[in-house]
T-cell receptor, first 115, second 112 residues
Framework: DADVTQTPRNRITKTGKRIMLECSQTKGHDRMYWYRQDPGLGLRLIYY???????NKGEISDGYSVSRQAQAKFSLSLESAIPNQTALYFC??????????????FGDGTRLSIL | SQQGEEDPQALSIQEGENATMNCSYK?????LQWYRQNSGRGLVHLIL?????REKHSGRLRVTLDTSKKSSSLLITASRAADTASYFCATDGAGTASKLTFGTGTRLQVTL
């Protein structure tokens, strides 16, 4: 079983719809992240959470919201989807660290298309 | 904005050859990490090098770090077709509250 599971794997929806992408992990990590990947732009951080009560905006948080329902669950919502949010979305986790980042562990992504 | 920039953007080699990818970054770092992404899959961590380290090895991988030039390189020796993937560097910038910033990646194609 995958350590970091994202659902759904693929989603096609229409402009204006509300969409939720879910992520669950069995690694026991405190830290969770949401990224989007666009061709030629690498990964950009949307939101991150260092524990259940800690939510932080990343580089491109506008148009997105998140919920950390439990240590193991971190969901990303698009309140009113627009076509330029079409992208590949990744959830990642990492362990708590004393100094410097530990490696991140990624799910296999959700391919989201907004028509 | 991307902290790391990989070079080249794409690289095509034959099986058995070595592949070298470079990463340049802009600000001070705690560490630099390299990741691999197979088509349609999530990123997989390969190796982490701390700012006080100059070279690190893991199997067929060799990573160097030059903090004075703000650059790193990833060498894959004796490449295999299964090494075909995109490779990303990610920097853990000093004072960035433990966030990673990813580069735009190098796409490696290894042909038989």
């Amino acid at each position: 079983d995958a350590d970091v599971t994202q659902t759904p794997r693929n989603r096609i929806t229409k402009t204006g719809k509300r969409i939720m992408l879910e992520c669950s992990q069995t690694k026991g990590h405190d830290r969770m992240y949401w990224y989007r990947q666009d061709p030629g732009l690498g990964l950009r951080l949307i939101y991150y959470s260092f524990d259940v009560k800690d939510i932080n905006k990343g580089e491109i948080s506008d148009g997105y919201s998140v919920s950390r329902q439990a240590q193991a669950k971190f969901s990303l919502s698009l309140e009113s989807a627009i076509p330029n949010q079409t992208a590949l979305y990744f959830c990642a986790t990492s362990d708590r660290t004393g100094s410097g980042n530990q490696p991140q562990h990624f799910g296999d992504g959700t391919r989201l298309s907004i028509l | 904005s991307q902290q790391g920039e990989e070079d080249p953007q794409a690289l095509s080699i034959q099986e058995g050859e070595n592949a070298t990818m470079n990463c340049s970054y802009k600000t001070s770092i705690n560490n630099l990490q390299w990741y691999r992404q197979n088509s349609g899959r999530g990123l997989v961590h390969l190796i982490l090098i701390r700012s006080n380290e100059r070279e690190k090895h893991s199997g067929r991988l060799r990573v160097t770090l030059d903090t004075s030039k703000k650059s790193s390189s990833l060498l894959i020796t004796a490449s295999r077709a299964a090494d075909t993937a995109s490779y990303f560097c990610a920097t853990d910038g000093a004072g960035t509250a433990s966030k990673l910033t990813f580069g735009t990646g190098t796409r490696l194609q290894v042909t038989l």
